[in-house]
Each structure stands twice: as C-alpha cells, then as structure tokens.
C-alpha cells in the first residue's frame, strides 16, 4: 500500500525560517523513523543553495503520523549540505544534549490573522475591538475569536502523538497559546516544528494565516507574542539549593551572554522587549521568584518544592527557532561553575 510521507524542513530565510514540505509516496511502510531514506531538495529556492550547487540533503529526524491524510506521516527533518554536513540554518544540530538530560516547555503564543483585513481575528475591518482587558482566557463571540482552529488544532496535534500540555486564549483579540514539553531539547524542537506545521496547515483551509510576528500590533498597546523557554536539567530538577540556582542565573548575566541569547530569541524583539507588557527590557538581565517583569522567572514551585525545579526564559519570542533557543540555554546553564 502506498503511505505518504511529509517531509517538512526550515528554509534558509534570514532573520526568520519559515516551514517547507513536500510529499514522498513509498511503499510497504511500517511506520518507523529508519525506514525514512535521506532526500533533498532545491536548495536554490529556498536561501540555502546557489543556484550552480542547489541539491540540499533531508535527513529525517522525528516521526509521526498525520492524522489529516490518509495513510499518512509528518516528518520532520535537518537540513544538510550537499557534503552531508549540518547546513549553517540547521539549529538542531547546534543542541548539545546528547543524553537528553534537559527538559523544555515552550509556551508558544501567535495571532490568528485575516489575510484580506491584515488584522487579527476579531479587528473590525476599520479600527480596533475593545482595549485589552476581557480577552484572556476568554469564552464568548464577543472577546474569543477563532476557537474552531484552535480547537482542531488541539485534536490533530494530540492524534499526532504530540505531548501538548494546554492551550489558552491570550491578551490580545485573535491572540492564543499552546504549550508543548518533551524530556529532551531536540524532541522539543521537533515537537514545536510539528506543531507549528499543523497549525499552519489547519489555518489555510480556514482562509486564516498564523502571524507568528512578535509584535505585530506594533507599540500600539497590544501585548506582543512570545515563546517563553521553561527549562531544567537534572541539576535543576534535584539541587535543594537556593546556591545552586544562584550560580546558574548568574551564568546568564555576563554581556556577551545576553548578547548571544538575544541573537536567537527572534527577529525584532527589542519591539516586544520594553519592559511593559510583562517583559524586561531587552537591555537589561534579571530574574526573580514569581517575576513576570523578569528576563528569567523562577516558578514559585520552583522554590516551594526547596529550590528543585525549572526556570522559565520569559525572552524567546513567538518567531524564535525552538532549535536554536534550546542550544543556547543549554550552553549556559553548562557553563555555570558549580
Ligand atoms: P505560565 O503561563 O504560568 O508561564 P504555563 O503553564 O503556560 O505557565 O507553562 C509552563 C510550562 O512549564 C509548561 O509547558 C510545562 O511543561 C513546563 N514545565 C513544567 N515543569 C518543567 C520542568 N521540570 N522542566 C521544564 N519545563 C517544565
Ligand atoms: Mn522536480
Ligand atoms: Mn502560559
Ligand atoms: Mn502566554
Ligand atoms: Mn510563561
């Protein structure tokens, strides 16, 4: 029987890679990730080749099935170059987290978006809806717009074996979230991926696109979209010391290290990082217990469980690589001199 295969990649695009995918029938499919072979594709479409040179490698990394097309599995897969090595847009291949030791929960927020108004879900055509105030875990027609997507969404994601662990409506009009953890970063990368994939898919068939813009409201006073990093390993699972989380927050503190965060913590986030809004100036670092207004949040279960826990990295925004975010937390926090 022939299967489909989706072969979904990140594209080469600067400051932000977008979703690619393309179709692969086979034959005599049993559903697992080895029987994946390598592919490729044109390189010279999507910023990662020249035109000269153009074949790029798929290398197939996650596996599930595809609960929208018959006979069908997602897979998502790293880019190589044509000599088999990590292509310079591959994040995945930046994780160091071989034995899976680091835990990550991605709160991922995005705007349901009207392509024909250029305005969320839920804008008047001409204007804005009410201030910011009842939409937020919202019930109603007259503040949640959109739950039909986020709804099938939700389904699709969970019969693709994804471990979504909420969803939310957010502060803006048209504004939600989902939240994915995995014990391991590159599984909760793929995860992400996958699911920004099937959202993507779900929305074109409502004639809705997904902003995943961190500010696309601008300085109006709309909140923004983040994808804020929660994070442990098990030095943070286990220390019972309030030292320990001390010399780990303050690995993030140096310059150069905030500099090389921002970097990868998406496009444009000096937007969204003001220091309203439930941020922290994108120029400053801080963190506290319980502080939204912090770049880095200690969850109060954190310290109530005796300083074992996680740490939530409130500055990734909605646009960010969940590859390349993961890689740099776990730099750090490998760095801190315990
Ligand atoms: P909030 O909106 O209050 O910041 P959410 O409930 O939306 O919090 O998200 C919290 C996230 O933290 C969840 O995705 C959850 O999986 C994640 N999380 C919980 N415990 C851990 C842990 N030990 N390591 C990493 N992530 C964790
Ligand atoms: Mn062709
Ligand atoms: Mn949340
Ligand atoms: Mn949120
Ligand atoms: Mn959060």
């Known amino acids: 029987m ?38 490729s594709f044109d390189g010279s479409s999507t910023e990662q080749a020249p035109g000269g040179s153009s074949d790029c490698i798929l290398k197939p990394v996650f596996i599930c099935p595809d609960p929208q097309r018959k006979s069908a599995f997602l897979v998502m897969c790293e880019v190589l170059d044509s000599s088999g090595q990590p292509h310079e847009s591959n994040g995945r291949a930046l994780i160091e987290d071989d034995d899976n030791d680091f835990w990550f929960g991605f709160e991922q927020e995005y705007f349901l978006w009207d392509p024909k108004t250029n305005k969320p879900l839920g804008f008047p055509a001409g204007g804005y809806p009410g201030p910011q105030g009842p939409y937020y875990c919202s019930v109603g027609a007259n503040n949640a717009f959109g739950r039909e997507i986020i709804e099938e969404h939700l389904d699709v994601c969970l019969d693709a074996g994804l471990n979504v662990e909420g969803i939310n409506a957010e502060v803006a009009a048209g504004q939600w979230e989902f939240q994915i953890f995995a014990k391991g970063a590159k599984e909760a990368g793929d995860q992400i991926w996958v699911a920004r994939y099937l959202l993507e898919r779900i929305g074109e068939s409502y004639g809705v696109a997904i902003n995943w813009h961190c500010k696309p409201l601008g300085q109006l006073d709309w909140n923004g979209s983040g994808m804020h990093a929660n994070f442990s390993n098990t030095t943070l699972r286990t220390a019972a010391s309030q030292e320990t989380y001390t010399k780990i927050l303050e690995a993030f503190r140096p310059p150069e290290v905030v500099k090389a965060h921002i970097a990868v913590y998406g496009a444009d986030n000096e937007q969204r990082l003001t220091g309203k809004h439930e941020t922290a100036s994108i120029n400053d670092y801080s963190y506290g ?17 005796g300083w074992s826990g996680y740490l939530e990295d409130r500055r990734p925004n909605s646009a960010a690589d969940p590859y390349k975010v993961a890689a740099v937390i776990i730099k750090t926090v490998k760095s801190a001199q315990l």
């Open 2 to 39: 022939a299967t489909k295969l989706e072969y979904i990649w990140l594209d080469g695009y600067k400051p932000t890679q977008s979703l690619r995918s393309k179709t692969k029938i086979v034959d005599d499919f049993g559903g697992t990730l080895g029987e994946c072979p390598d592919w």
């Open 289 to 305: 217990v319980s502080d939204r207004g912090a770049s880095i949040r200690i969850p109060l279960y954190t310290v109530q469980k």
